[in-house]
């Protein structure tokens, strides 16, 4: 290590614990600092050189976002604004801002055919009421202005996760972190206008903060309660880690959100729960196609038997505890944590691919880990291609051929990190 260059091994060692076995935080010292026992000197390179890059860098970024909203402002038609997912968050906030229920369906549907909707089936939002205070703005917009906020603040959600994921890697040299923004659920998301590039921007700060900050990172879990079907099994595993290391802030955290999120939709539709409840009593959801492996299961077995759409998530469940309390004397969110969540997509009762944005802190850290990387790269290109094309060319994504997805993302991050060796680490 030279004068000049303070630092940077240690830094670079201590993110890429899952390649060295260090267990230390990340981050420890600023850049530009010197380590414990080294002076900095005073020929030391300015830093003027990193600045301009990251002007550079904010510059490309702003120049990148003004083209994207020119291109949704000179090219969404009313249509098109009602063709994607984002029409239900945006009536149901419609409905909120008029003091009306946000699952009426007769009432959003006519709403939407207003706004130019050309299909025979409402789109509701049928996220718990611990969402309205996500929608409740969108009562204050037009559709399309609305949209183009909403993608926008989901794009800058990805762009964030992904500069964030490649500092918890210890910032490597390459640019394979920048395969995320053509992560095909990354890229569903955007054309859905759903929500799960939220739900990945929740995950890496939890990844960020669950040592540092225990208490804030269990708080920015609570929009996992908008879908919380996805994440049983890594809930489970995230309970006994809290318990074997006794890091109950993360529970407090997480539990003080929650509550707070639910006074909060009171205070803005006293009668949420109880409209919610009516909504799903006469709305059979799980009676919908979904693309996952349990709806595969009842299509094989017997269609009618909802329950049987459940076991791949119990046999998740299981899995999941078995897996969290085995490892539990090493426990590493950045590694088995990563696990957890394909498992928890993948036995999903209820998921579509753009959920699968939360995948993609495994796939860079498979990707980054990999001890054969050339393979893992090319089937990643592969099987990232080929849900691509599935993207623009299904008419639909409820299509039975994206039911592979999820399973296949799992089966390649088990082989891209097959052989790599972890030492034992004691709970601290």
């Known amino acids: 290590m030279t004068a000049g260059e303070p630092g940077k091994d240690e830094t670079q060692s201590e993110d890429l614990r899952f390649a060295e076995g260090d267990n230390r935080k990340s981050g420890a010292f600023p850049p530009g600092a010197a380590l414990p026992g080294h002076t900095v000197s005073s020929d030391d390179p300015p830093n003027r050189g990193t600045a301009l890059r990251k002007l550079a860098a904010a510059c490309i970024v702003a120049a990148g976002c003004v083209f994207v909203v020119m291109l949704y402002v000179l090219g969404l038609t009313p249509a098109e604004v009602t063709q994607r997912d984002y029409i239900e968050y945006w009536a149901a906030g419609q409905q909120l801002a008029h003091h009306a229920d946000p699952y009426d369906f007769v009432a959003i549907y006519r709403m939407e055919r207003q706004n130019g909707m050309q299909t025979t089936e409402p789109r509701v939002c049928f ?3 611990v969402a309205l205070e996500f929608v409740w703005p969108l009562g204050w917009t037009t559709a399309k202005p609305g949209l183009i906020v909403w993608l926008m603040a989901e794009l800058g959600c990805v762009l964030v996760s992904i500069w964030l994921l490649w500092r918890q890697f210890g910032r490597p040299d390459s640019r394979l972190h920048l395969l995320g923004l053509a992560f095909a659920p990354v890229v569903a998301c955007q054309m859905a206008g759903q929500i799960g590039a939220f739900f990945l921007l929740c995950l890496v700060l939890f990844l960020q903060f669950h040592r540092t900050g225990p208490f804030l ?18 809930a489970i595993a995230l309970l006994i880690w809290c318990i074997v290391r006794r890091t109950f802030s993360i529970l407090a955290g997480a539990f003080a959100a929650l509550a707070v999120s639910c006074a909060v939709s009171v205070a803005i539709d006293p009668h949420s729960w109880a409209q919610y409840s009516h909504m799903t009593a006469t709305f059979p959801l799980m009676d919908w196609f979904v693309p996952t492996v349990g709806m595969g299961l009842r299509y094989v077995v017997d269609r009618p038997a909802r329950w049987i759409g459940f076991l791949p998530e119990a046999a998740g469940c299981a899995w999941a505890a078995w897996y969290a309390w085995k490892r539990r004397a090493r426990w590493d969110w950045m590694s088995d944590g990563q696990v957890v969540m394909l498992v928890s997509v993948a036995c999903a009762p209820y998921s579509w691919i753009s959920d699968q944005c939360v995948l993609l802190p495994a796939v860079l850290a498979a990707i980054f880990r990999s001890t054969s990387r050339n393979v893992s790269l090319t089937l990643f290109l592969l099987l990232d291609g080929v849900m691509l094309w599935e993207l623009f060319k299904l008419s639909s994504m409820t299509s039975f051929w994206y039911a592979w997805t999820a399973p296949a993302w799992l089966a390649w991050y088990l082989y891209a990190t097959r052989s790599r060796q972890e030492p034992a680490r004691a709970v601290s």
């Open 127 to 129: 996220s718990p009421p």
């Open 217 to 234: 990172a269990g708080a920015v879990l609570m929009p996992f309660a908008l879908k919380p079907h996805l994440f049983v099994p890594f």
